[in-house]
């Protein structure tokens, strides 16, 4: 006994003194790479790993944005976006570096686009925060499903988001059995889909960041209470076949960038606020001539201030009266 303790101490010993070595090999090599590197601390030495990881994390997500005249006026190089923790994209952040137990990511934060699924991560907390979902940071690790204990956000609960599971488990099925949340990823890339979140009591407005989910397929937030304008980067979710917009509280009209959606089949826009004139732009009824653009839904029904629309195949009226438009 006294010899199996002696050897296990001994390889206990070793193991710690190697340990010690590594961690002070890296520190050393971080604190080299930060000194090139913006961190949140005004430009200050990093003495801490941690730190200099929420640094690379930050600059990723800086870079990632940085092509976008909208968001890059937010996401600037300073990273001061995420120090603001009022906003959905300071509460994102801050949920992430500092609550998120998921640990898929953070062993290669040194290098993020190593997980390049991290930003839809950061991008699906954002849309959590942005349409007025809470989270209670100090029982994060105890984050529930649909108990709300923890956190609220739809009428089905959390729907697992911001849990410690990886974004793609982010869903749950209702008392019908259907699925809401992220309903599917590409079972290889691990990238969403398909978003379902219609019927969820969801307040707010949609983030400009959602159209950096590029390979989404299916977005549905019909029956809501999402106010704002439609986000301009939704121009950049190319692979979209089906978006469902409709009973909401959308105002303005649909931006012009959307006639880049050339898969797009279905658009669900009836029941919002949106303007009658020009609020379908011809650039986007384009679509219908190019032989996609099936199913069109728009308040082209209504007596007062009726939406234009070239290529609606359905009006709807403010009597929750749709039927098909007159050639």
Known sequence: QILFLAIFFTVLIVNL????AIMKELRSSVRVEAKNTTNLNGGEDIDDIESFLTSTLASHLVESFSDDSRLSRMYTSDSSVFLNKTT???????????????KGYKSTWTDPADNPTILQRYILAVLFFATEGVYNRNLGGMFTPTGNKVGSWTTYGTLN?????????????????SLKGVKSCNPNTQEI???????????????????????LVRLDVQNNHL????????GRLTSLKTLALSHNKLVSKIPSSMGSLTKLETLYVNYNHMEGRNSIPSSFCDLQEKGRLFNVWADCG????????????VCCDPLTNCTPKLE
């Open 17 to 20: 003194l190697s340990y010690t």
């Open 302 to 313: 209504r007596q007062v201030d009726p939406v234009e629309c070239d290529c609606c195949t």
């Open 88 to 102: 959905p994209q300071g509460k994102a952040f801050d949920w992430l570096v500092n609550y998120d137990t998921f």
């Open 161 to 177: 988001f911001l849990s410690r599971s990886h974004e793609c488990s982010w869903k749950e099925k209702n008392a019908h059995g």
């Open 193 to 215: 889909t398909e978003l379902i979140l219609p019927e969820a009591g969801l307040h707010g407005e949609l983030p400009e960041e959602i159209g950096y989910l590029s390979n």
């Open 227 to 234: 106010g704002g304008t439609i986000p301009v980067s939704i």
